[in-house]
């Protein structure tokens, strides 16, 4: 094992609202907050996981952008020398999932490939679903991701989808 701390740098992307702040927040601090504070621009937060088979110890800069198109092209700019994407939808709310496939097409464009990509489907404690998991898994497997659904209010899948990417990211590099 290297004594030199790997550094990886994963954004979240998707439309205003579906929960990226709350996922990211779930799983560096372990809270959630009913109340609604949109990101302005980008903000970032640091942790540090170790993966328990190996004892290697990895540092995570966690970016969460904005969903605003006035942002954008703040946002594209930090897509650049990143190691992985999570790109989040709300699963009660049909547009911001069609809205994944600008999100992918985007970070095509302007990641210069050897991206990893993870399609998320938050809320999923809600009753009052729009989106299936069937059409969230048609899409992932359409692009050739992977897919998981995550309650950042009740913690499910949350940690499931950092350990996910930073397996695929290592399993590249
Ligand atoms: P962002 O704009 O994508 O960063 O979205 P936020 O994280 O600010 O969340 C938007 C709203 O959805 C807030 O009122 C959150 O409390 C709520 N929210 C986020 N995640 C969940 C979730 O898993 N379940 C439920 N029920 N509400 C959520």
């Known amino acids: 094992m290297s004594e030199e701390e790997t550094l990886y740098k994963i954004i979240l992307v998707g439309e205003t609202a579906v929960g990226k702040s709350s996922i990211l927040v779930r799983f560096t601090d372990n809270t959630f907050t009913p109340h609604f504070a949109p990101t302005l621009g980008v903000d970032f937060n640091v942790k540090t996981i170790r993966n328990k088979e190996t004892g290697q110890t990895v540092k995570l800069q966690l970016w969460d952008t904005a969903g605003q198109e006035r ?10 020398g990143s190691h992985g994407v999570i790109v989040v939808y709300d699963i009660t709310d049909s547009k911001s999932f069609d809205r994944c496939r600008n999100w992918i097409e985007d970070i095509n464009n302007y990641s210069m490939g050897g991206m990893i990509m993870i399609l ?37 899948g949350v940690n499931a989808v950092f350990d996910t990417i930073v397996q695929d990211i290592q399993n590249i590099i």
């Open 71 to 80: 942002f954008k092209s703040i946002t594209q700019t930090f897509y650049r």
């Open 120 to 156: 998320v489907g938050n809320k999923s404690d809600l009753p009052s679903r729009k989106v299936t998991y069937e059409q969230g898994k048609a899409l992932a497997d359409e692009l050739g991701i992977k897919f998981l659904e995550t309650s950042a209010k009740d913690n499910v």
